[in-house]
């Protein structure tokens, strides 16, 4: 059949608000024109995020009703740790309430102040706790990875030449582990292809340094491997997960995207010393390490989400709708991340507001312009995620690129919602000059864009917005 469908069927509906122009105007001032700082109630169509929005199936809702809230040990528990071990393999596993609590973890346990972290590219919850812990975290992603219209498949590969590099230059005793992020968020949801995991942990097993991978979206890239990657059409998505997994020493998961749960996480590893001052600390900060601060019912709506998402009707309904919207944004001109990635359209902003530089964080005009025009709301991935603020306020290092995620969460929104993000992109794309520049009045020293507050007017263009 030609129609790729959802493979599923809507039980509850949720009303989304449909406001006017002059609410929203009103809104984003009062947020500071920020999105992040906005209520939900403002929002139509919200693209912030794929993290933790996902609709549960009914399988789902009913194995809440089985959450076993023992403290300690629980069934839940047990099925949460069978269904983890059985797609990872690892020996330990430990819950967390998100994933960047397997981060923090990770980083407080593992590194010393001027230890190195090579990554293909660190998602900025990541890069924040390396640096938290005196650590440098660096990209090493392929120069088609960084080329935004490159059309070459599995641009999230780690450049293996430059890993090598790094790891000589450095000296392996300064690198306690090496990540690889599958699929590669900042970078546009490129996925990492199988060949290029098995050569990063041959370089890595040389020098006996450890390979955990950030394995958000695990069973997104198990389904680009298994379609485009020569050698695995016939194999399953969850072998291919496994061999996945089976390549790396450890594991960072949030459970909010591939676990297609709204909250959860968890670190898997192999190694007991490892191990033992991972549970240490997560029971000092998190909870025992069977709840790992989370309920029983969310152990065992994850343990069957983790196995849904590796359905293959399900990607490859998933991979349909991101493909639909990236299509048409390429039709009309719009410049956008290619090939599509596996959970969201990214917009080059640089390239939709050539009238600004990335001092006057493009993305966050652009970001600003979806919701005002159409109460949409996507997020920077620019000069504001990933730029490296220095004293004195505007002379900063710009971010590596200005994008714009429309991030989609699973099994919300049916295509009418895309078509009417599609047409909003249009109209913001034929007024594009008059996207202005905005500068930061207020920010955290890290993470900033989730709090900063922002005040149009910056180096170059335009003074208003779309009238
Ligand atoms: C690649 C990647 N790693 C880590 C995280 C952190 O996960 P969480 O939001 O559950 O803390 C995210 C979240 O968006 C992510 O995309």
Redesign the pocket.
């Known amino acids: 059949m030609h129609t790729i469908i959802e493979p599923f069927r809507i039980k509850m509906t949720e009303a989304l608000p449909i406001t006017t122009r002059s609410q929203r105007q009103a809104w984003l001032a009062s947020a500071h024109n920020n999105v992040f700082l906005l209520d939900a109630e403002a929002i139509t169509v919200d693209l912030l ?1 794929d ?2 929005t996902g609709a549960m199936s009914a399988r789902q809702w009913a194995a809440l009703m089985l959450g076993d809230e023992s403290y300690a040990g629980s069934t839940s528990w047990h099925r949460f740790e069978d269904t983890v071990r059985e797609i990872t393999g690892f020996k330990h596993i430990f819950p967390v309430h ?4 397997a ?1 923090r973890i990770l980083a407080a346990t593992r590194l010393k102040p001027g230890a190195i972290v090579p990554n293909n590219s660190h ?1 900025d ?2 890069r924040a706790k390396i640096e938290y812990a005196g650590a440098q975290a660096v990209d090493l992603l392929t120069p088609e990875g960084q080329d935004i219209y490159s059309e070459t498949r599995f641009k999230g590969n780690m450049d293996i030449e430059k890993l090598a590099h790094v790891i000589e230059s450095k000296g392996a005793a300064n690198i306690p582990f090496c990540m690889i ?1 599958v699929t590669d ?2 970078g546009g949801g490129q996925p990492v292809s199988m060949e290029n995991i098995k050569l990063v942990k041959e370089i890595l097993n040389k020098y006996r340094v450890p390979l955990v991978i ?1 394995a ?2 695990f069973a997104e890239n198990s389904y680009f491997i298994k379609e485009y990657e020569p050698g695995f059409a016939d194999w399953s998505l969850i072998e291919i997960a496994k061999q996945m997994f089976s390549l790396a020493d450890a594991a ?1 998961m ?1 459970a ?2 591939d676990g297609l749960a709204n909250i959860g ?1 968890f670190f898997g590893c192999n190694n007991d010393e490892w191990a033992e001052d991972f549970r240490n600390m997560l029971i000092l900060t998190e909870g025992f390490s069977t709840y790992g601060g989370l309920a029983g019912r969310d152990l065992e709506a994850i343990a069957v989400g983790l196995k849904e998402a590796l359905e293959y009707d399900y990607q490859r309904y998933r991979h349909a709708t991101v493909e639909y919207m990236a299509s048409r944004l390429i039709k009309g001109d719009i410049p956008i991340v290619r090939p599509a990635g596996g959970h969201a359209v990214f917009i080059d902003a640089a390239a939709f507001c050539p009238h600004l530089t990335p001092r006057d964080y493009p993305g966050i005009g652009l970001v600003n312009a979806l919701f005002l025009e159409g109460g949409i709301r996507a997020v920077e991935l620019g000069s504001v995620m990933f730029g490296r603020p220095q004293p004195g306020g505007r002379d900063e290092i710009p971010g590596p690129r200005e994008l714009v995620r429309l991030a989609f969460p699973r099994r919300v929104y049916t295509q009418s919602h895309f078509d009417y993000v599609i047409e909003v992109l249009g109209l913001v794309w034929r007024q594009r000059d008059a996207i202005p520049a905005y500068r930061i009045t207020k920010q955290a020293p890290f993470l900033r864009h989730f709090t900063a507050h922002f005040a149009q007017g910056g180096n170059a263009g335009a003074a208003g917005f779309l009238p």
């Open positions: 995020t993290s933790g998100q994933g960047r609590v981060e998602f919850t990541t992020t968020n900042a950030d958000c979206r960072t949030s909010k995207k996480g």
